[in-house]
């Protein structure tokens, strides 16, 4: 059996062990400071001597599987055992987080977890309601970093299965054994919990809330912890100065003044099309041959209706001014049909309208086609 050390202590980066038994193309160890793949925390990453481990996984029966990259060691060899210790030491801020944040969701708000997810950038937390304001989240967040201001005590308790039940945590124990491992936040929180984590709230340094989304009719909220919670916070800084220097506001002003440019974005794109149709219609009007082929001076994204005003029987076909690949054919479907089969185009429609792109567009030889 692995001894697992990291319950012994969570803050060891090294130690010597020995392979015993190489199983399913993994390698366990008599002992090992990493933590495999568990309850939403990613297994633990680093090296065994000269072999370097990318993952650490979870047996049936809870003995920590080691990847290895390449050739595996052979049973018996000895070496040591090292962390990549700013991995493991995120995802132990990520997890001690979530205690803290599910802890006061439940406390403060009456709202339980019912999944977490541990990333990279990210630590996502379900939780048990449909619906949450986002004022109550960004309370949330402030209370978070109150409790981390307070550096209240992070500690793991071996506990009989009755006693831990007598103590009523927010969330049942999901374990079948005897003995419960329950995770403390002094005089905050107890939670049955068989990760591993800081020993202390003030470790987690920042809490950030970066929004909400809906999955499986519940809201499932969205967060950044410790250094990605900073610079996600410097990011957006970064952002709104450089938005606020390109509309020459100042931050307090910056949303009326965005909703100011964009409702005259809006005006001129209104006017925009406006004129375009206008161009198109002057150029089907002094058009009156049949077939119309010719080339818009203009982009024709606002030319269907407009050709269909002008249309009156006539087969009309014209090529983007400004896409001179794009194009637009009012008409009878046989004549897309003859068109397809006289040129290299990819496109279709619905009988009168037809569009697409053409990559030999020769507007005489689209003429003869039609003629």
């Known amino acids: 059996m692995t001894e697992l050390l990291y319950y012994v202590n969570g803050y060891l980066k090294s130690t010597e062990a020995t392979v015993t038994e190489i199983r399913d193309g993994k390698v366990v160890l008599d002992k090992t400071i990493f933590y495999p793949e568990c309850g939403g925390q990613p297994g633990d990453r680093g090296t065994f001597g000269q072999w370097k481990i990318t993952d650490t996984k979870k047996d049936k029966d809870g003995t920590p599987?080691?990847?290895?990259?390449?050739?595996?060691?052979?049973?018996?060899?000895?070496?040591?055992?090292?962390?990549?210790?700013?991995?493991?030491?995120?995802?132990?801020?990520?997890?001690?987080?979530?205690?803290?944040?599910?802890?006061?969701?439940?406390?403060?708000?009456?709202?339980?977890?019912?999944?977490?997810?541990?990333?990279?950038?990210?630590?996502?937390?379900?939780?048990?309601?449909?619906?949450?304001?986002?004022?109550?989240?960004?309370?949330?967040?402030?209370?978070?970093?109150?409790?981390?201001i307070k550096s209240r005590k992070v500690y793991q308790v071996d506990m009989d299965r009755k006693e831990a039940e007598n103590l009523k945590m927010r969330r049942s124990i999901k374990v079948d054994d005897e003995t419960v491992k329950v995770v403390f936040i002094s005089d905050l929180d107890a939670v049955a919990c068989g990760g591993v984590h800081l020993s202390s709230t003030g470790e987690i340094k920042e809490i950030c809330y970066r929004g909400k989304e809906q999955i499986r009719g519940h809201v499932r909220t969205i967060w950044s912890v410790g250094e990605k919670a900073r610079k996600y916070r410097r990011e957006n800084e970064r952002a709104v100065k450089e938005c606020g220097k390109l509309l020459s506001s100042d931050s307090h002003s910056l949303s009326s003044t965005l909703e100011k440019f964009l409702a005259e974005d809006l005006e001129l794109k209104k006017e925009c099309r406006e004129l375009k149709q206008r161009v198109i219609e002057l150029e089907l009007k002094e058009r009156k041959e049949n077939p119309i082929v010719f080339e818009s001076s203009v982009s024709i994204s606002e030319a269907p209706e407009i050709v269909e005003k002008y249309s009156k029987g006539k087969k009309i076909f014209i090529l983007d001014g400004t896409n001179k690949r794009s194009f637009l054919f009012f008409g009878t479907k046989d004549d897309f049909e003859k068109i397809k089969k006289g040129c290299t185009l990819k496109g279709g429609g619905r009988e009168p309208l037809f569009r697409g792109t053409i990559l030999d567009a020769d507007i005489e030889r689209i003429k003869e086609i039609l003629a």
Not at 85 to 112: C, N, P, V
Not at 127 to 145: F, G, H, P, Q, Y
């Open 65 to 148: 599987l080691h990847v290895v990259e390449g050739e595996l060691p052979s049973v018996g060899t000895k070496s040591f055992l090292t962390l990549d210790w700013d991995h493991r030491y995120f995802y132990m801020k990520e997890h001690t987080a979530q205690h803290l944040l599910s802890a006061l969701l439940f406390r403060e708000y009456g709202i339980g977890t019912v999944a977490v997810h541990q990333g990279e950038d990210i630590l996502t937390i379900e939780t048990d309601k449909s619906e949450i304001d986002d004022d109550v989240l960004l309370s949330l967040e402030e209370k978070a970093i109150d409790e981390i």
